[in-house]
């Protein structure tokens, strides 16, 4: 488990929403903390372009109702060129600041995502597909990111400008105001239904491509399997049915903006018409002057354009929300108290597996009424049929599951009063698949280890773990590159590696899942003599299929079903027990099959992909 710097405390206060709702969209970025001061010196920016804005229609006003060439002096020139300088300046400071707001505040709100996510409980990932929470991360962040950086900048300075020239508009004809805002109500009528339809298209098509990258990344992850198994016709076609099912999202989006630009364009037609049909009659009757109307129809077009980014806006909008019901529905779960219990201060004591049962459902129990206990410095081997309970008894005492009944202690101190840093930090787990990270060896080895850790501790690390032969054969030695997964190494020298990784903890507690169950016997003899080493003088238990791992240990326990049925040594439990005896005599049975079947293979094969 990967030891952070970073506190996770920022994230125990949970949000709570009812799904979609603006409120709670806006709550979230709230909760991002954006850079006040910046918004408030764009706001005032996009103000001041807009007040300027403003005055420009007042001036053709009456340059058209007094126009003549004597009227125009040079100073009024300039005057008007410093206006639409001065306008444009502050129009871009206040555009660019807006975006940098908007970016920070989606920045912010994926390092609060990213922060959860590795703080949620293993029973999360264990409920949710991997690409799903990789969506989340990308995706729903990437559609509110364009409606912050690239919307809401004229969302604002659309406002600005509307609202400063209705008032305006007022001032010269309320009446023709008046008539000319009849339309409102008939565009509101049409737009709120077309915007919960897509609230409820855009929701659905982000949970279809959460979907469609859980799917892609599961068979690119597993794509030597998907070759091997000849199924490139089928997940194919999996994949075209996931397309096909997203292209109709889109084109029942399309759709709905099909009806939204249009009939938005026809009501700006409209009020155009009617203002100018209005007006027109107006000036004929001396009610109005022609500049007068210039200046409304002017006034009319920064009410226009501002309409259509906020109608481009409120479309954007509801598909943020969609995002953001997606995304609080993860900082709504419940994560590990990670911060929180005290430290070990004495961890040469017994561990003692009380009475724990636990199952993955409540009415299915996958341990009963587990009891041992492993004595400092002791190995306790955990053996019996698969499906037993094993794997998930090794998943508890690392905490990532709590029981259900029952209690595991360090000494007299449950283990959940410690704080999950200390208690993870004094373990140190090596399991079959000994999971490797794309990059280097050095990479590798310092995983999760927050010291600097020197060459001559990677060098004495990888002599004890016998990996220091097959890495000082590598091109670039600690700085080879292993692949994704490590797939650039054989299987005996990913275990070493993780053999190697554990020595560097030095954790007080080890624990060793089947970890030479898939080697080959000369692989599983090197790999032997590793754990060997690194087992001295810690507290052990592991689990394994094969008699040569556990055969040497200080007790042995029998799972089957959930249930101890058996406790001793090796001798005694070959006397006392039946089914262990079975097992015994499976395992030298494969022992000895394996020995004579096996070819002579030379050391160089290591370096060959397992």
Known sequence: MPRNNFNFKDTDRQVSTSG?????????????????????????????????????????????????????????????????????VASGLSIFLLNYTGQRMVAGLRDRLWKKLLCLPVS???????????????NDTGIIKTLISEQVSGFI??????????????????????????????AALILVPLGRTMYKISLAMQDETASFTAALSQVLSEIRLVKASNAERKEYESGSQAIGRLLSFGVREGKVM?????FMAFVMMMLLVVVIGYGGMQVAGGGLSAGELVAFILYLVQ????????????????KAKGATERILQTLDAEEEPFGQGQEITKADQPLIVDGVTFGYKPDEPVLQDVSFTMEPGTVTAVVGPSGGGKTTLFSLLERFYVPQQGSIR?????????????????????????????????????????????????????????????????????DTDVGERGVKLSGGQRQRIAI????????????????????????????????????????????????????????????????????????QLLRQHAMYREFASQ??????????????????EEMQHG
Request: hydrophobic share 45%.
């Open 410 to 478: 360090l000494g007299d101190d449950p283990i959940d009063s410690f704080s999950l840093r200390s208690w993870r930090g004094m373990i140190g787990y090596v399991s079959q698949e000994s999971p490797i990270i794309a990059g280097t060896i050095r990479e590798n080895l310092c995983y999760g280890i927050e010291r600097e850790v020197s060459e001559a501790e990677l060098q004495r690390a990888a002599e004890m773990a016998y990996a220091d032969g097959f890495i000082a054969e590598l091109p670039n030695g600690f």
């Open 303 to 318: 009410i226009v354009m501002p309409m259509t980014q906020l109608t481009t806006f409120f479309t954007q909008l509801q």
């Open 587 to 604: 395992q030298l049975q494969i022992a000895a099959s394996r020995e004579e079947s096996e070819p002579l293979e030379n050391e160089e």
């Open 500 to 571: 190697a990784r554990a020595l560097l903890r030095d954790p007080k507690i080890l624990m060793l899942d089947e970890a030479t169950s898939s080697l080959d016997s000369r692989s599983e003899i090197v790999v032997q003599k590793a754990l060997n080493n690194l087992m001295k003088g810690r507290t052990t238990i592991v689990i394994a299929h094969r008699l040569s791992t556990v055969i040497g240990a200080d007790q042995l326990i029998f799972i089957e079903k959930g249930k101890v049925t058996g406790r001793g040594t090796h001798e």
């Open 20 to 88: 979609g709702s603006s409120k709670a969209f806006f709550r979230l970025l709230r909760e991002t903390k954006p850079p006040l001061p910046l918004f408030a010196v764009a706001i005032v920016l996009s103000l001041l372009s807009t007040l300027v804005s403003l005055v420009i229609p007042m001036f053709t006003k009456n340059l058209v109702d007094g126009f003549s060439l004597s009227s125009i002096s040079g100073s009024q020139i300039v005057w008007i060129g410093a206006a639409f300088v001065g306008m444009s």
């Open 258 to 262: 099909a009806w939204i630009s249009p």
């Open 157 to 186: 300075s659309g406002i600005i400008s509307i609202l400063g020239a209705v008032a305006v508009l007022f001032y010269l004809n309320w009446k023709m105001t008046l008539v000319m805002f009849a339309v409102i109500p008939l």
């Open 124 to 138: 999360y990932f264990d409920n949710n597909r991997t690409g799903e929470s990789v969506s989340r991360m990308t």
